[in-house]
């Protein structure tokens, strides 16, 4: 008797497999929060969860499971999260680093980046935003809160240009270029400091700046 056999195709079963995670977070509210959230999902395994950087290059060299991701505030006790990533990279070479902290200002997040950070966000980042910032980095991304980006997208943006400077405030630019003090830029023009500090905030303003650091480095090529 012939019979007849008929293959039975089956779907592929995906086996997901939970990301090593590790938390560095001195706050214990913020830290807790941030470990109940996330260990709860089912993407993450929480290997680790340290108080400060030093804490978890202890637990790695003692042999504990290296993370593939590691979520880091920055103002942390002794070692900062910006210092750490490269002594963490030692011991973990596979492990990506995102920064979380209330710092915004565009050299921190541009130090944070060049030291090895793949993301950096703010500690108001909602919870399952966080999450989905670390599953980004897994897919390839560099996840950056919103606040966080326009402070990247001033600091490489070109420098704009001072024509629309007025007169005075083009004096007082050169001055403070020529290391003045805001004392001695008032008693060079003849005008009291707060005067001074007037017209400085207006050219902050047509600059779209927030720092004299950044004003010096705007304008050194225009003006």
Do not use: W
């Amino acid at each position: 008797m012939n019979m007849r056999y008929r293959s039975v195709i089956r779907p592929p079963t995906f086996v997901t497999m939970q990301v090593p995670l590790a938390i560095i977070e001195d706050q214990p509210a913020i830290r807790e929060a941030l470990h109940t959230y996330l260990c709860a999902q089912p993407e993450f395994d929480c290997v680790l969860v340290a108080e400060s950087v030093e804490e978890l290059l202890a637990d790695l060299a003692a042999g504990a499971p290296k993370p593939r991701l590691v979520l880091s505030d920055i103002g942390l006790p002794g070692m900062s999260g910006i210092a750490g990533i490269a002594q963490l990279h030692e011991l973990a070479p596979q492990a990506e680093v995102v920064l979380i902290t209330v710092y915004q200002d565009a050299e921190r997040i541009f130090k944070a980046m060049c030291a090895g950070a793949v993301g950096y966000l703010v500690k108001t980042t909602p919870l399952p935003e966080i999450k989905q910032a670390l599953l980004d980095v897994l897919a390839g991304g560099s996840p950056m809160s919103p606040a966080v980006a326009r402070h990247v997208m001033r600091y490489f943006r070109p420098a704009a240009p001072t024509n629309n400077l007025t007169a005075r405030e083009q004096q007082i630019v050169e001055a403070l270029e020529q290391g003045l003090s805001y004392k001695l830029v008032a008693d060079r023009l003849g005008i009291s400091i707060n005067t001074v500090r007037a017209y400085i905030r207006s050219v902050y303003d047509k600059l779209q700046i927030n720092s004299k650091a950044e004003l010096l480095r705007r304008s050194k090529s225009h003006l």
